[in-house]
């Protein structure tokens, strides 16, 4: 993963959340695909209800690691033990966010929710 990136699983009583904050840069995101994999086994063995992915202080990101994410996506949707719907928080005033994370929703509407908040937001 980039020196950038950093990634952080919070498990709460009704979800799995995933921090991502810095940027992703590198050349090969697998290592992002294969943490998100894992983070979603885990909510899946948790049994919770939803499985978040925050990405709101994540400033930049290349196209490997839009790829690794629609990977991920790929992979747990056709996963035989189970889905846990997915639900991004993003900040609406970063561009990349606000254009990627939708068509990733356009992809798998039955899987993915994006919900946009101002830079100002709270976590």
């Not at 998100?36 to 948790?46: D, F, K, S």
């Not at 609406?92 to 994370?101: A, F, K, V």
Request: glycine share 4%; charged share 20%; hydrophobic share 45%.
């Amino acid at each position: 993963m980039s020196v950038g990136l950093t990634l952080q699983t919070e498990v709460r009583s009704e979800s799995v959340v995933v921090v991502m904050a810095g940027m992703s840069d590198e050349p090969d995101a697998t290592a992002v695909t294969e943490y998100l994999v894992r983070a979603h086994a885990l909510a899946l063995m948790q049994n919770v209800s939803e499985f978040i992915v925050d990405v709101r202080f994540l400033r930049f990101v290349n196209s490997c690691f839009l790829k690794a994410l629609i990977s991920w996506l790929g992979r747990i949707s056709s996963g035989a033990s189970g889905v846990c719907p997915v639900r991004f928080r993003a900040d609406q005033s970063i561009d990349w966010q606000r254009r990627s994370l939708d068509a990733i929703r356009r992809l798998a509407p039955a899987l993915v929710q994006v919900d946009f908040s101002s830079s100002g937001e709270a976590r």
